[in-house]
């Protein structure tokens, strides 16, 4: 089926904020300390939109950041998600994790980045993080009986541990990693010539990924395709997402590699926002851009450069 025929998306992902305790060198929403987006929605404004996520009946929300706990009302958000019903993915990076913020809710997955497997390589392209605080709350996850992955961000600083961090993401009990191409966003976008892998690190790691997919089969799942971004992307020209992507000012993107916004729920209600979504997919516009990032995948890095795509929303915002 696609979107049209769906009444509500399938899944949220919510950047609850762009706040955040690390300085990742490779994140793509531009996060670190003291970084939320102005005008970021308040707890009440958060917990109006959780419940409208609830009665639109979405199955699946992705609350992620920034680091999404570091926002006053994360816990609020999540229990009234999971008291509703809508399932729950929780992204953080772990190094100030508390799990019995998340214990008793429906959490589908607690994941976890943990960019390399000696701390030298981890706090050199996570600034501020300690492995062993990442490490320690993978612990506390399966300690509590709630499903773990592991995400690994791949760059010319951490591509040669790759094969530790699976291995480590193994013994921990991570049911899954997921990895990729580095994305060209936000301040991976600025820092591009400093991080993208080379060819012959991406060929050698793609043959760690087909092997080790091998050695764990059955045991963890190994999530790496589509590999790059612009494969997702030219799937997406095809087939849209059913996922909402909400900013934290409230303002929902068409897709996180295009710089367009099309909804304001400050303004807009959840399901009308998601109509917008559907009709966005088919402005010239927006299939536009989605030709320029197949021709030339360097288009990514405009994406965090905000544009409103109907007239009625305010001018071009650019952050």
């Not at 000696?118 to 709630?146: E, P, T, W």
């Not at 060819?199 to 790059?228: D, I, T, W």
């Not at 979504?277 to 995948?297: G, I, N, S, T």
Request: aromatic content about 8%; proline content about 5%.
């Amino acid at each position: 089926m696609r979107i049209e025929a769906f009444s509500a998306p399938t899944m949220v992902t919510w950047q609850l904020t762009r706040d955040c305790d690390l300085a990742c060198l490779h994140c793509c929403t531009d996060s670190a300390p003291g970084k939320a987006l102005p005008g970021e929605l308040t707890r009440a404004q958060s917990l109006n939109l959780a419940s409208q996520i609830v009665q639109a009946g979405v199955p699946y929300a992705m609350i992620v950041g920034g680091e999404p706990t570091l926002a006053a009302h994360f816990a609020d958000v999540c229990r009234t998600l999971s008291d509703g019903g809508v399932l729950l993915k929780i992204e953080t990076n772990g190094n100030d994790f508390n799990v019995d913020a998340v214990k008793g809710l429906g959490i589908r997955s607690v994941q976890i980045s943990i960019d390399g497997a000696s701390q030298a390589v981890y706090g050199r392209q996570r600034i501020n993080g300690i492995l062993d605080k990442a490490i320690a709350a993978c612990h506390a996850v399966v300690a509590a009986g709630l499903p773990l992955e592991i995400t690994f961000a791949p760059t010319r600083l951490n591509i040669f541990e790759a094969e530790a961090v699976i291995d480590l993401a193994a013994k921990l009990g991570a049911f899954r990693f997921n990895t990729g191409q580095l994305m060209r966003l936000g301040t991976a976008a600025k820092l591009w010539d400093r991080l993208e892998p080379s060819k012959a690190e991406y060929a050698s790691f793609l043959q760690v990924l087909e092997r080790k997919e091998r050695e764990y089969a059955g045991k963890m799942e190994l999530c790496y395709k589509p590999f790059s971004l612009e494969e997702e992307m030219a799937h997406r020209a095809f087939q849209p997402s059913g996922t909402l992507l909400v900013l934290p000012d409230g303002r929902v993107k068409v897709a996180a590699p295009l710089p367009f916004t099309c909804a304001d729920l400050k303004s807009q209600t959840f399901l009308e926002a998601w109509e917008l979504y559907k009709k966005a997919w088919a402005q010239p516009r927006v299939r536009a851009a989605l030709k320029d990032l197949a021709e030339d995948p360097a288009a990514s890095s405009r994406a965090n450069q905000w544009v409103a795509l109907y007239e009625s929303e305010d001018m071009p915002v650019v952050v």
